[in-house]
């Protein structure tokens, strides 16, 4: 398994932005599919954007398309969410994710490598 850890969450108003970052330790993430997950108080965790580690293909929810973009970059074996536009309803716990899969999950299941999580407030 790889180690993951998150930063670069807080506390934003609605309308800012927020860049996370996800850092691998363990194993190279350039074999990986990786994904932000996120989970708000007394929910699911809910799939929020991945990117297959082969051509790089992005999926986002609905939610945050044109909002968030994921990147990779495999040199630094990190991989961020650059979130934009936040609204409150964005306000959870923001978890990295790596998978074996070649095509990005979107059920956590599918996931075998978590990071600790970073919290996203967002303020209206």
């Known amino acids: 398994q790889v180690q993951l850890v998150e930063s670069g969450g807080g506390l934003v108003q609605a309308g800012g932005s927020l860049r996370l970052a996800c850092a691998a330790s363990?194993?190279?993430?350039?074999?990986?599919?990786m994904a932000w997950f996120r989970q708000a108080p007394g929910k699911e965790r809910d799939f929020v954007a991945g990117?297959?580690?082969?051509?790089?293909?992005?999926d986002y929810v609905d939610s945050v398309k044109g909002r968030f973009t994921f990147s990779r970059d495999n040199a630094k074996n990190t991989v961020y969410l650059q979130m934009n536009s936040l609204k409150p309803e964005d306000t959870a716990v923001y978890y990295c994710?790596?998978?074996?899969?070649?095509?990005?999950?979107?059920?956590?299941?599918?996931?075998?490598?978590w990071g600790q999580g970073t919290q996203v407030t967002v303020s209206s």
């Open positions: 994710a790596a998978s074996d899969y070649s095509t990005v999950p979107r059920r956590p299941g599918s996931y075998d490598s």
């Open positions: 363990g194993r190279t993430l350039s074999r990986y599919t």
């Open positions: 990117m297959t580690w082969r051509l790089s293909i992005a």
